[in-house]
């Protein structure tokens, strides 16, 4: 089969209010169509194949990366997110290419240290526009990946783009000037946002418990938790914790994703959403959760921002990471001449320094702004 008998397939199996490849609004720069794959196929290869995507493996989630092996990274959390936002996509209809394209880049733009790291850059960026990571993830793919020589980024299509931008309500915020602001994105990018959460939420608690921030008795005032795991026990009486726990961490995601579908084939049903505009025309939010799950979602995630996130552990940690970024901010800024030559050029040829900085600290990994540190302040470490 070629790229227009796939098309022909997504015109006789998607849904109507799905986005169509060969609808596809096209790329800044002209490329020729290939041969058997479509457009938003070639947009998640390209993702996948970046230099962005690789550094995630050894960027924080909850854990900095020489906390332990077997927690989560950003690329973990980045293919458990793809994965969710696929079974959700195959089940209402949608293009599972595009779905899974903008959940692969969703976090391209985060920095080492997780929302610690961002948090400090964007202070450290306050006179110079500031920093968040959708818009980080939408510069790399639009501007920062060098792997063309007819254009910088990926030069990915107008719906991926638009996905990153509008990664999450409200759809009117400065980084979607472009992408018709105030307007919805298809229903493709839409899922990505609470599949991201429905994959952190689950995989965080198991994290939480194989590090002992968490415990069993913690997570039992949780009424999700207790509810999954009072069913998941009962069913496997002599299996132990640690089955229990992987089997309610698989029910609960389970669960959250099952809800969701069901509750976004209502309100397509209900709203009479009949093609893509209607879709964007809505003017209400159509993915999200039923009344009792939305209840239960957000007693979920209040537990884990105070019992997880500001445990004192992670919140050392955090300020940890918050000094080296800010020790490696003033360094640069303060002697451009320690920048690597192809960083330096940047801003040689004009561009701004606090930006050419911000965009070489927020691509690096965890370990390799640690040892970026001591290089520059350890006396005793080479450079």
């Given at each position: 089969m070629d790229r227009k008998a796939f098309e022909m397939l997504e015109e006789a199996t998607l849904a109507p209010y799905a986005m169509q490849s060969r609808d596809?609004?096209?790329?800044?720069?002209?490329?020729?169509e290939h041969g058997f794959r479509m457009a938003f196929q070639r947009d998640r290869d390209r993702i996948i194949h970046s230099t962005a995507f690789r550094r995630l493996e050894?960027?924080?989630?909850?854990?900095?990366?020489?906390?332990?092996?077997?927690?989560r990274t950003r690329l973990t959390h980045t293919m458990e997110t793809a994965q969710i936002t696929r079974t959700i996509a195959r089940a209402l209809r949608l293009n599972e290419d595009l779905a899974e394209a903008v959940a692969l880049s969703h976090d391209l733009g985060h920095t080492p240290f997780g929302h610690a790291g961002e948090r400090i850059l964007h202070q450290l960026m306050a006179d110079h526009g500031g920093f968040e990571h959708n818009q980080q993830s939408l510069r790399i793919v639009d501007l920062l990946e060098e792997r063309y020589p007819a254009f910088a980024g990926l030069n990915l299509s107008w719906e991926v783009r638009e996905g990153i931008a509008k990664h999450s309500p409200p759809?009117?915020?400065?980084?979607?000037?472009?992408?018709?602001?105030g307007r919805a994105p298809c229903l493709e990018a839409q899922i990505v946002d609470l599949a991201d959460e429905i994959a952190y939420n689950t995989h965080d608690i198991d994290d939480g418990l194989k590090s002992g921030?968490?415990?069993s008795e913690q997570?039992?005032?949780v009424s999700l938790w207790r509810a999954i795991f009072g069913a998941v026990s009962a069913q496997y009486p002599t299996a132990g914790f640690r089955i229990w726990r992987y089997q309610v961490q698989r029910t609960l995601i389970d669960t959250l994703v099952t809800d969701l579908i069901q509750t976004v084939s209502t309100r397509l049903r209900e709203w009479e959403i009949e093609n893509v505009d209607d879709l964007r025309d809505s003017g209400r939010p159509i993915v999200g959760f039923s009344p009792r799950t939305e209840e239960m979602r957000?007693?979920?995630?209040?537990?884990?921002?105070?019992?997880l996130y500001r445990h004192y552990r992670v919140m050392r940690m955090g300020v940890k990471a918050q000094k080296v970024m800010a020790d490696l901010f003033h360094a640069y800024i303060d002697e451009p001449a320690q920048l690597p030559p192809h960083i330096a050029a940047r801003w040689q040829k004009g561009e701004a320094l606090a930006r050419v900085v911000a965009d070489y600290i927020a691509g690096m990994t965890d370990r390799f702004a640690l040892d970026e540190?001591?290089?520059l302040f350890d006396p005793a470490e080479r450079t």
């Amino acid at each position: 089969m070629d790229r227009k008998a796939f098309e022909m397939l997504e015109e006789a199996t998607l849904a109507p209010y799905a986005m169509q490849s060969r609808d596809s609004r096209g790329r800044a720069h002209a490329e020729t169509e290939h041969g058997f794959r479509m457009a938003f196929q070639r947009d998640r290869d390209r993702i996948i194949h970046s230099t962005a995507f690789r550094r995630l493996e050894y960027k924080t989630q909850v854990f900095v990366n020489h906390e332990g092996d077997y927690y989560r990274t950003r690329l973990t959390h980045t293919m458990e997110t793809a994965q969710i936002t696929r079974t959700i996509a195959r089940a209402l209809r949608l293009n599972e290419d595009l779905a899974e394209a903008v959940a692969l880049s969703h976090d391209l733009g985060h920095t080492p240290f997780g929302h610690a790291g961002e948090r400090i850059l964007h202070q450290l960026m306050a006179d110079h526009g500031g920093f968040e990571h959708n818009q980080q993830s939408l510069r790399i793919v639009d501007l920062l990946e060098e792997r063309y020589p007819a254009f910088a980024g990926l030069n990915l299509s107008w719906e991926v783009r638009e996905g990153i931008a509008k990664h999450s309500p409200p759809y009117d915020r400065p980084l979607a000037q472009a992408f018709e602001p105030g307007r919805a994105p298809c229903l493709e990018a839409q899922i990505v946002d609470l599949a991201d959460e429905i994959a952190y939420n689950t995989h965080d608690i198991d994290d939480g418990l194989k590090s002992g921030l968490l415990t069993s008795e913690q997570l039992h005032g949780v009424s999700l938790w207790r509810a999954i795991f009072g069913a998941v026990s009962a069913q496997y009486p002599t299996a132990g914790f640690r089955i229990w726990r992987y089997q309610v961490q698989r029910t609960l995601i389970d669960t959250l994703v099952t809800d969701l579908i069901q509750t976004v084939s209502t309100r397509l049903r209900e709203w009479e959403i009949e093609n893509v505009d209607d879709l964007r025309d809505s003017g209400r939010p159509i993915v999200g959760f039923s009344p009792r799950t939305e209840e239960m979602r957000l007693e979920l995630k209040a537990f884990l921002m105070h019992n997880l996130y500001r445990h004192y552990r992670v919140m050392r940690m955090g300020v940890k990471a918050q000094k080296v970024m800010a020790d490696l901010f003033h360094a640069y800024i303060d002697e451009p001449a320690q920048l690597p030559p192809h960083i330096a050029a940047r801003w040689q040829k004009g561009e701004a320094l606090a930006r050419v900085v911000a965009d070489y600290i927020a691509g690096m990994t965890d370990r390799f702004a640690l040892d970026e540190h001591r290089k520059l302040f350890d006396p005793a470490e080479r450079t």
